[in-house]
C-alpha cells in the first residue's frame, strides 16, 4: 500500500518550499501556503509580481494572509497600501462591508474600509493583491470595496492560482497550486 502524502513540493519565485497538505473535507485537501514568517520568500515574491503588475497608484488586500506581501509590494514599489479589515475597528469610521466566503475558512465573513480609504481610493488605479487566489471570492470582496469607493481595478495579482484559479486571464501569478482529491 502506498503511504499518503502528506507534503507538496512547491517552486515559486526561485525558491522551493514543502508545503503541508491540508484537508477541507472528505474529498479534498489543499496544500497549506503560509507567508507569515517566510520573509525570503515574501521579498521575491513581491520582486516578481512587481515586475508583471500592471501601472498602478495603490495596492489593496484583504486581512490577514496578504499582509506581508501587500506590505513588501509597497515597501519596493514606494506605493501605499490599503487593508480591508475582517471586522470593524473603533478608529474606523462610516465603514463599508462586503461579504465573503473563502475556502479557507468555514464561515462567512465581512470586508471592511472606512470612509478616509474609501476617499483615498477615489479615482485610483488599484492593485489587488493576495497570498493566493482559489474560488476567487476574496479578490472579488476586494475589487467590489474598491468599485464601491470609485477607484479602477488595475490589475488582480498573487503568488498562487489554486486550482481552477489558474486557467483565468483575468489574475497575474507567479505559479499554479493544484488541488488534491482524495480516492
Known amino acids: 500500500m502506498a ?4 507534503t507538496y513540493s512547491l517552486t515559486v519565485a526561485g525558491l522551493k518550499r514543502e508545503l503541508t497538505l491540508c484537508p477541507v473535507d472528505e ?3 489543499i496544500a497549506a501556503f ?7 520568500l515574501t521579498v521575491r515574491a513581491a520582486e516578481e509580481l512587481l515586475k508583471i503588475a500592471p501601472e498602478h497608484d495603490v495596492l489593496i488586500t484583504a486581512e490577514s494572509k496578504g499582509i506581508p506581501l501587500a506590505y513588501e509590494m509597497s515597501r519596493q514599489s514606494g506605493r501605499r497600501y490599503l487593508l480591508a479589515r475582517k471586522s470593524k475597528k473603533l478608529y474606523m469610521k462610516n465603514t463599508v462591508e462586503v461579504t465573503v466566503r473563502s475556502i479557507t475558512t468555514d464561515r ?3 470586508l471592511f474600509l472606512d470612509e478616509e480609504d474609501m476617499r483615498y481610493l477615489k479615482g485610483k488605479r488599484v492593485l489587488l493583491v ?10 472579488h470582496a476586494l475589487e467590489q470595496l474598491v468599485g464601491q469607493a ?7 495579482a498573487c503568488v498562487l492560482a489554486e486550482g481552477a484559479a489558474a ?3 483575468d489574475i497575474l501569478f507567479l505559479a499554479p497550486l493544484p488541488l488534491f482529491f482524495k480516492d
Open 3 to 6: 503511504e499518503k502524502k502528506e
Open 27 to 29: 474529498k479534498l485537501d
Open 34 to 40: 503560509i507567508m507569515f514568517s517566510d520573509v525570503e
Open 108 to 110: 462567512l465573513q465581512q
Open 130 to 139: 493576495d497570498d493566493v487566489i482559489s474560488t476567487g471570492e476574496s479578490i
Open 150 to 156: 470609485g477607484g479602477i481595478v488595475a490589475g488582480k
Open 167 to 169: 486557467e483565468r486571464k
